[in-house]
């Protein structure tokens, strides 16, 4: 499998890249006990939403917290393997994590067993060990299995296992409660404790509880308060069930709300038609967002059939009321002939119009069109003006295109720190594949010093990002240095097998090829495929400069390697088909 995770390279030391395994490698110099690493693991988990790889680094924390036998630590780790946050997903692992801690006797861990047996008469004894401990979930799932949800019914027992989970504070359990005093099940019939129980319930947000008091606003506020965490813990799922309570009931606040979390699959799944409707019922009611979004998503086939005409529709109609990113994307659909004949000068006419508005993404298209002479009459300082409206009004697709700008010297001073800083700036913004490729093409700037001393240390911490996201061309260059020891790295000709094949891999994924054999070429061959062979004196491998489309010569590499038994068995019969692979070209 290939490697998920690297690591920046520092300077003067000797690395190979290494997957990122259930058990990450850690340096133990601290004296830190268990409970600390674990709690330190906590801390860089609740931080995780903000820092990139903080996931991956309480992963770390939590496994030198369970090879101490903490086992909080230990039930976490099964919980990140059973998931695949921070660590490679791996549910066999987890489970045997889960075992290790509820072996000793952690609640959580033995919940989680209980959870994941089909067994009811097997998950009961796990399920009354965490109750013996005052797991909540635990009681409350007792108290469901004796109500008559897996086993035979038992009020009496159901109701004293509702009533402990109750008393720690689990909302559900004070709603079954509250149905079994309404109707005398397992207990004495009491309206007023059922009245009781059943407040408490709503107050926790109980959704059925609140179903029973509240009405559309009081639902919507719930919902809001779910969704940001306001007094209580994150709940998107809640927060989407109660919005659509609301919206039942007539909110259009929480329509717009429920249409919103369809569309983006938060709280539950993705649902396009949910949305559409939702969106369509609040645009009837003059909300412009909700136009704004149905004009999205007429344009993008987000969740619903494509319809460019519905979009314009929508986002006419939206921008009639003053809704300035609607004249954006008017813009951007009518420039593009995005399902209907193009109109540069209407787009531009729209953009000029949201440009007026200060909206950053019609500056930069302005600037663009102007630099570009695409449309209008080229005027590159109005052009570079305007992308630096846009940049300063936060467009990250300026930033982009201004740092492409300064890396490729196009009408500006070439300033290659500049460019980084101006990508440094865009990176959290910018499309995964444009990240990418930055990454790569600016390695390739330190590895031939282009324009920048050549440094091989710093080419490498650029392809190893970019390898990150599997980047064909990127993989080949980490092959190309593992293969040579270049860049602080020793010679590691395995690894460079590997990283080749994950490049023609890549390659082929992403791009269509038909066969063409070279048969005149002087050389060694088998079964009619030619093998090029070095000159008198030449080294038997060596890489080819390519930057695009590299997956003839990684094929090539990968044959000779295979031919001579470099970082792997000799084996002309692999040789051939990556010989084979090699001599194609694209379609």
Known sequence: MFCSLYKAVPRNKTHTVACFHSRPTIRQQSPKTGQEWYKQGLQVLRASHKQPGSKEEAAKCFWQAAQQGNTDAQYQIGVMLEAGEGVPQDKKMAETYFSKAAK???????????????????????????????????????????????????????AQFFERAASGGHANAMYYLALMYAKGEGVSADQ??????????????????????????????????YYHGQGVSVDKVRAR????????????DATYSLGVMCISGEGG????????????????????????????????????????????YFLQKAASKGHLSSLNRLGRILYAGDGIAPDKAKAIEYWKCAAAGQVAEALFEIGRVYFEGDGVPQDKDEGFKQLQLAMEKGSREAMYYLATLYFEGDWVTKDIDKA??????????????SQTDMQYRLGLQYYFGRDVPEDKHQALNCFMSAANSRHAGALYYMARMFYNGEGSLQVDKRQAMTLLKASTDEELRQASYRHKYNKNEKGSTTKGITFPLPSEGQPKIVFGDVEDEVHDEASRVLGLMHLYGEGVAKNEEVAQRYFQLSQRTTA
């Open 104 to 158: 000793q006797g952690n609640a959580k861990a033995i919940f989680k067993l209980a959870s994941s047996s089909e067994d009811t008469t097997k998950a009961i004894p796990l399920f009354e060990a965490a109750a013996e401990q005052g797991h909540k979930e635990a009681l409350f799932k007792l108290g469901l299995i004796y109500y008559g949800r897996g086993t035979t019914e038992d009020f009496n027992t159901a």
């Open 420 to 433: 980084c800083q101006l990508w440094q700036m865009v990176d959290s913004g910018t499309s995964r594949e």
């Open 241 to 252: 069930l109660l919005f659509k309570q609301a919206s039942e009931k007539g909110s259009m």
């Open 269 to 312: 799944k993705k649902d396009g038609a949910t949305a559409e409707a939702c969106f369509v019922r609040v645009a009837n009611e003059g909300n412009t967002a909700a136009m704004n979004n149905l004009g999205l998503m007429y344009s993008h086939a987000d969740g619903i059939p494509k319809d460019a005409r519905k979009a314009i």
């Open 192 to 225: 007023d404790r059922s009245n009781s129980y059943m407040s408490q319930a709503a107050a926790k947000g109980q959704i059925d509880a609140l179903m029973h008091f509240s009405d559309k606003d009081e639902l919507y506020k719930a919902a809001v308060r």
